[in-house]
């Protein structure tokens, strides 16, 4: 393990984080802004008929602002077309399933959730209409197939915050003063299947995107703005916009590095690179147009992922990068991943959640629950996570689960079915694949949730997932630290520091205090500046412009942007910078 590292969490530390990070992607002209000014621009475009469709969660006056800006002779909510909420719940009861937390993946079509009378209906209105006709709502395309398209996307996260707030319910339901924790179940495994594949499908027709995620104010962009814009980003290194949130373990290390989060009682979560999660900001000029990252992934799959990681997981981003802050926080749960057969088996997903923990920062406490302890006893260790579970005695996490000492840069490999956990006094930098939801805790220290419940606990298929034979001498030989030297030059290092062979992303680790060259393989690349205050990625033929990163940063860089090099920059450039990289492997 490393030893004699300065900590990064100094006094007097100024952070440099970027948390609104944007790319480029035109003239401030090419962005209108408000209501009025939007619908000048659509009826300046000669249609009658206004299709503006909208993913789940959009909200209802903005789609009744912009048909208002509109002033057409008829407007046409796609509500009215809807099937009865009975019969949607029946639908989608088979992919909901009664379970707190996990379901299974939907493979419904958006068509599924109306009347078909009723869209024929609305289709004949259309038709006879002699004014101009606005169309609003989810699916508003499936009733009119000649009109212009004004699609108006939103950010996952953004709908989670609606959802908690309980402005928003779930697509065919009236559930706004449901838990957020059911919503957001439903959302993952129903809502957002169903309205990708329709947003997919919808792409060619669309000619101006809709950005209502802020409450003041809509953004109108032309669709070939917003998709040459992808186009561009999908060539170069960029960052998407990372997500907070706190937890019941929650530390204070991101308040205070990334400086955010103030209000917070603390910080928990980071996700820095989930494009199903993060946003990707569109700048053009001063006025920034907000997308769900996912939507690069849908339209630039091939040039964003490469030709060999798209073949094998086609329009997904396998790889995620998330912070996980216990300082001065607590433990994370004891917890488990499903084995791929078991996640494909139960839950429809075709490939499951491996993962490490590379410590970007510890006190001298950090430790890491990793593997079972030498000749545990299967039967033993779960009747006594089971009592625990009743109100019994509390787990002895320590008889049964390995605790290792953990410092700054150290790299705990967890391939799926091991037990795991982070300790309290570390701030992890979690790099993993990316069905991330499938977590099964086993025991949560009796804690509450933030929502003042008991956090739900997986026994029956966190058990059924336990690798039993990973037990000490087995984490200390595959699961910590495998560092490999690969290579060095003048000024810099390379090291494979993982991850397990079960796994498929590889990580590699460059120490750099002069530009270091690394090598496109063709294939995306993500990135994290673990040491160093500020580095410059650069195209070696100038295929790009420079992007400046900053500690503790995440980036991506797309295969289609070649082959790049990082070179220190700012105070303390003398120094020693490190990134840590995953790729998946072979391609």
Request: net charge neutral.
């Amino acid at each position: 393990m490393t030893d004699n590292v300065p900590v990064h969490r100094v006094p007097g530390r100024r952070s440099n984080y970027d948390r609104l990070p944007s790319v480029p992607a035109g003239d401030a002209v090419d962005c209108v802004v408000g209501w009025d000014a939007a619908a000048r621009a659509l009826r300046s475009t000669g249609a009658r008929v206004f299709v503006i469709d909208a993913y789940p969660g959009v909200r209802a006056e903005d789609l009744q602002a912009m048909s208002r800006a509109l002033a057409p002779d008829l407007v046409i909510d796609t509500l009215a077309a809807l099937r009865p909420e009975p019969e949607i719940d029946q639908m989608i009861a088979p992919f909901v399933t009664d379970d707190p937390v996990f379901g299974v993946m939907s493979r419904l079509e958006l068509r599924e959730y109306f009347a078909a009378t009723a869209l024929e209906d609305l289709r004949r209105r259309v038709r006879d209409a002699s004014g101009t006709v606005v169309i609003h709502g989810v699916g508003a395309s499936l009733i009119s197939e000649e009109g212009l398209v004004v699609y108006c996307d939103l950010p996952r996260w953004e709908i989670q915050q609606r959802q908690r707030r309980g402005v928003i319910g779930n697509l065919g339901a009236t559930n706004l003063t449901a838990r957020p924790a059911e919503k957001y179940k439903r959302a993952y495994f129903v809502d957002w299947r169903v309205a990708d594949r329709h947003k997919r499908s919808l792409w060619e027709r669309v000619a101006f995107f809709l950005d209502t995620v802020a409450s003041t104010e809509c953004k109108l962009v032309r669709a070939q703005h917003v998709n040459r814009a992808l186009e561009a980003t999908a060539r170069r290194p960029f960052r998407v916009v990372p997500l907070f949130d706190p937890a019941p373990w929650g530390g204070h290390w991101m308040q205070t590095v990334c400086d955010v989060g103030h209000e917070q009682k603390n910080l928990g979560w980071c996700f820095d690179c989930v494009p199903e999660e993060n946003s990707l900001l569109l700048a053009f000029g001063a006025r920034r147009v907000e997308l769900p990252a996912i939507d690069l992934v849908f339209r630039e799959p091939r040039a964003l992922l490469g030709e060999a990681v798209y073949g094998r997981f086609g329009a997904e981003f396998p790889i995620r990068f998330d912070f996980l802050d216990t300082m001065s926080g607590g433990a994370l749960s004891l917890q488990v991943h499903p084995p791929t057969e078991y996640i494909q088996r139960k839950f429809g997903m075709h490939y499951t959640q491996d993962e490490s923990y590379y410590l970007l920062d510890a006190d001298s406490d950090a430790g890491v629950y990793l593997g079972l302890r030498e000749n545990v006893a299967a039967d033993e260790m779960v009747r006594d996570l089971t009592l625990a579970q009743k109100g019994g005695p509390e787990f002895p996490a320590e008889r049964y689960v390995n605790r290792f000492p953990a410092r700054r840069h150290d790299h705990f490999l967890i391939p799926a079915g091991t037990v795991h956990g982070a300790g309290r006094n570390s701030m992890v930098l979690e790099i993993s694949s990316t069905p991330y939801i499938f977590t099964f805790k086993l025991w949560d220290w009796g804690r509450l949730g933030l929502d003042g419940r008991p956090r739900p606990i997986h026994l029956l298929h966190g058990c059924s997932s336990i690798a039993w034979h990973r037990d000490t001498a087995y984490a200390k030989r595959k699961l910590i630290n495998q560092v490999t030297p690969l290579a060095s030059g003048p000024g810099w290092r390379e090291e494979r520091t993982g991850l397990h062979e079960a796994e498929f992303i590889e990580t590699r680790r460059h120490w750099f205090h002069h530009p270091v060259l690394h090598r496109s393989r063709q294939s995306v690349q993500v990135l994290n500046l673990v040491q160093g205050e500020e580095a410059v990625v650069e195209s070696p033929d100038g295929a790009f412009e420079p992007l400046t990163i900053h500690y503790a940063e995440t980036f991506i860089v797309p295969a289609a942007a070649g082959d790049f090099t990082l070179r220190p920059q700012g105070p303390g450039a003398s120094g020693e910078c490190a990134t840590i990289k995953a790729f998946v492997r072979g391609a």
